[in-house]
């Protein structure tokens, strides 16, 4: 019983100043495993750097398969074997008990600890496929720093031992003492900016809100009895991937789909879309009617969005802030509380739905964790059921717990957790591979996640050119080995296949993932590249756990895509392509696209003309049709609207020169290369600045810059949200990018 902890000595710490400690800065050693945090978290990032500076012996290490960005400033860099972190982990932990750094005290407030090294002594650390000195190395940094804080994201969580990847970090922390204290812990660092608000509020099928059990009778009652309602779920509901089976099964005949894009996002995508589109109505609130998943709703609600919303977020480290709006709200968009309200109130709960406000749902999600309070759980911010209007309205970021006896504080320190006895609990793991096992059919391991300039799907970031300019292209990371066994062409297609689906991807040749291991960015749609979305190659295969997926690790075969012509376009106007692969980017003038086909059409100034729908325009045109090469101009009154490129090889031409020609007048954009005496950027490095390659390369040469700070001095590339800083040091280093699409 939770209540029976009652007494137990809890560390909640006299810290009741939000800011005034950060783990972060105080550690000695940051290890970061499954985490491209350069790339997907690059505010904390840069405060992990600007600590490293200040204090030049903190340690940085990477685990991950692939060398990432965040692997720039890192003292260490494990490429582990994918899926091997948890035999990584009780390698630790049994040197850690051969070192004697068990903390025997801390142990005490322990269950499980014996099970857990026997268990942990008994897995393999081979698998990793680190060499003896570099786990030797790790572990003996590990152990001798007191100070580490191990933080871990989805190249964890996404797996199929996802929560024994967990339990074998957490593990080695509570066999050392090394949680709740300053500079110590294991940290989970989720994605969606509230993904912990999200958990709080109750947003899993398997939980209860304020962190209460769905299968515990009495929290069920409370909060059946602080609702007034009897129809509280005695047992969870489906989670995503099995309640999307149940869809296409046609158990689930109605689905209403909120702020997510799964026709992209879940694995066996094709599944999933096809699910969707068969199931007898759905209705998606969504703040754009352009996603994959939108396009098949009967019903679209339109939403919205951040910026136009009011209410509060809460971060991976406990914080509530509230966001307040900057715009107005467009259209007959609505707020999504406020259309989950209507719906209410329409279902015949007329007072219950009766809000006006997000204060009035506050105070109640407030009061409501009062309950959580009594049961002993760590969520409780009754201490803010009261607020007045004006006070919501003026919050300042608070951390809870927020009650009237505590606020803020660390948790765990003092060995007081929130488990029926009170004690932490050490869980016994083994190593296991992936589901997918590596044949001879599908003999590559694909890994999968985030560019540093899209979000997800790219609903949002796909409309702002300057973000488009990083990474136009969806592409396939291939070590230049396989590359050379696949004979690869440099710029090739590659057509990557699983027992699930197929997807076309630019090869982009890179000894920063393992031989036999290939990468892709998780963003293309049907909307930016049908043919890239890459989670119809992902099987559906989940954590017994936690339901999460195994998107990181599916296995596939590569071949070049047998494409007949290559084409590039511009154009100022959306332009209609239908070939087997194309990618669109937003540019500043308009549009810019890649093509590719393994049949050639008939004609190609029809298939310009179709493609940019622009029949009455001025056209100019430079083909030489026995070598397949084509090159057509519209234009306007001299101004040039759209252009397209074509040849049986992967085009060699000035992207982003050309990007900038539609609305331009008298372009000589047929040469496909900017004029002797006229500068081309080239590709984007600095979002913030819109700084290309070329102009960062050219002054690092000529300015005989040496640091990443000359650059930003000169340029100010890299002085504002700093993620490209990675990126530009590398230039220093190599006066080159890696760019995909060139
Ligand atoms: N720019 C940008 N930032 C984002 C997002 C975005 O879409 N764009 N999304 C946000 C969201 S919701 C999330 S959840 C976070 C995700 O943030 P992260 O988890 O940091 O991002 P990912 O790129 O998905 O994966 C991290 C790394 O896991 C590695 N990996 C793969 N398999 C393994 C393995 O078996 N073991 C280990 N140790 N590593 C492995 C991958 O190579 C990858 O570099 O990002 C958030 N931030
Ligand atoms: N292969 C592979 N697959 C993955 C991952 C991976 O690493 N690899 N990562 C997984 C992870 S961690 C995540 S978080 C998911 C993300 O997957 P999704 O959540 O499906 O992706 P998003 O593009 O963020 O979808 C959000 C949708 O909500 C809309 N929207 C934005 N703001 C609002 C709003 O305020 N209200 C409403 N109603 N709608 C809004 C957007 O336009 C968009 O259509 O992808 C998962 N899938
Ligand atoms: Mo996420």
């Known amino acids: 019983m939770a209540s029976s902890v009652a007494g137990h000595k809890r560390a909640f710490g006299t810290d009741t100043v939000p800011g005034s400690y950060e783990d972060f800065e105080l550690a000695d050693l940051v290890v970061l495993t499954g985490s491209n945090l350069a790339w997907a978290h690059p505010v904390l990032y840069q405060r992990l750097l600007a600590a490293k500076k200040a204090r030049p012996a903190m340690k940085i290490v990477v685990i991950d398969p692939r060398r990432t960005a965040s692997c720039d400033a890192a003292d260490m860099h494990l490429a582990l074997a994918p899926g091997s972190d948890v035999a990584l982990f009780n390698g630790l932990l049994a040197a850690i008990h051969q070192a004697g750094a068990v903390d025997a005290g801390f142990i005490a407030h322990v269950d499980g600890f014996d099970t857990t090294l026997e268990t942990a002594w008994a897995d393999s650390t081979t698998v990793t496929e680190l060499s003896p000195e570099e786990l030797t190395e790790f572990y003996r940094l590990w152990i001798k720093t007191e100070k580490v804080v191990t933080v871990y994201s989805q190249g964890v969580n996404q797996s199929s031992s996802g929560t024994d990847k967990v339990s074998a970090i957490l593990n080695c922390h509570l066999a050392t003492g090394r949680i709740g204290t300053p500079g110590c812990g294991p940290f989970s660092i989720t994605g969606q900016p509230n993904a912990m608000g999200g958990r709080e509020v109750g947003g899993l099928a398997n939980m209860l809100a304020c962190h209460l059990d769905l299968e515990n009778a009495e929290h069920r009652a409370a909060v059946g009895a602080f609702w007034d309602s009897d129809a509280i779920p005695n047992a969870p509901g489906l989670k995503a991937v099995d309640m999307f ?54 019903v679209l609600l339109p939403a919205t969005t951040w910026g136009e919303k009011s209410g509060t977020v809460t971060n991976s480290d406990r914080t509530i802030s509230r966001q307040c709006p900057g715009l107005p709200i467009p259209g007959e968009a609505r707020h999504d509380w406020d259309i989950l309200a209507a719906f209410g109130r329409t279902m015949g709960w007329v007072q219950d739905f009766d809000y006006r406000s997000p204060t009035e749902i506050f105070r109640e999600y407030a009061a409501l964790s009062g309950i959580s309070g009594k049961f002993d759980r760590d969520f409780d911010i009754s201490g803010l059921a009261d607020l007045s209007d004006a006070t919501y309205d003026t919050l300042s970021p608070r951390r809870w717990p927020i009650t009237p006896h505590r606020e803020g504080g660390r948790f765990f320190a003092d060995g007081g957790f929130f488990t029926p006895s009170g004690k932490g609990r050490m869980v016994p793991v083994s190593h296991r591979p992936p589901a997918a096992a590596l044949t001879a059919k599908r003999p590559f391991r694909l890994n999968t996640g985030r560019l540093r300039d899209q979000w997800h799907t790219m609903t949002r970031t796909a409309k702002s050119p300057r973000l488009s300019a990083h990474m136009p292209e969806p592409f396939l990371e291939i070590h230049p080995a396989d590359a050379a066994r696949l004979a690869l062409e440099p710029a090739a297609l590659v057509e990557v296949t699983s027992d699930h689906g197929r997807a076309i991807l630019r090869a982009l040749v890179s000894d920063a993932v393992r031989p036999g291991e290939v990468f892709a960015p998780m963003h293309w749609t049907g909307e930016t590249a049908p043919c890239a979305r890459i989670d119809a190659l992902v099987a559906p295969v989940t954590d017994p756990v936690s339901g999460q997926p195994e998107s990181k690790a599916a296995a596939v075969s590569v071949h070049p895509f047998q494409s007949r012509w290559h084409g590039f376009a511009v154009s100022r106007r959306t332009p209609t392509p239908n070939s087997e692969y194309w990618a669109l980017a937003r540019t500043n003038a308009g549009y810019r696209l890649e093509l590719a086909g393994a049949q050639r059409p008939d004609d190609w100034r029809i298939f310009a003309e179709s493609l940019f729908d622009l029949s009455d325009f001025e056209l100019q045109e430079l083909s030489d049709p026995a070598r397949n090469l084509h090159r057509f101009a519209f234009s306007q009154n001299g101004v040039l609207s759209a252009a397209l490129f074509i040849a049986p090889e992967p085009l060699a031409l000035s992207r982003d020169w050309l990007a900038h020609q539609p609305g331009e007048r008298d372009s000589r954009v047929l040469a496909g290369r900017a004029p002797r005496g006229l500068s081309d950027p080239g590709p984007q490095v600095c979002s913030c600045f819109s700084v290309g390659v070329n102009t960062i390369t050219q002054a690092i040469a000529e300015q005989a810059m040496t640091s990443v700070d000359d650059i930003g001095l000169a340029l100010g590339a890299g002085t504002n949200c700093g993620s490209c800083r990675a990126e530009l040091a590398r230039l220093l280093v190599s006066g080159q990018a890696c760019e995909a699409a060139q």
């Open 245 to 298: 089976r149940a869809v296409a099964d046609g158990q689930i005949k109605a689905l209403w789909i909120i702020h997510t894009n799964p026709a992209v996002t879940m694995p066996d995508a094709d599944r999933v879309r096809e699910a969707i589109a068969d199931c007898d109505f759905v209705v998606v609130s969504d703040i754009t009617r352009c996603t994959d998943t939108a396009r098949l709703a009967d």
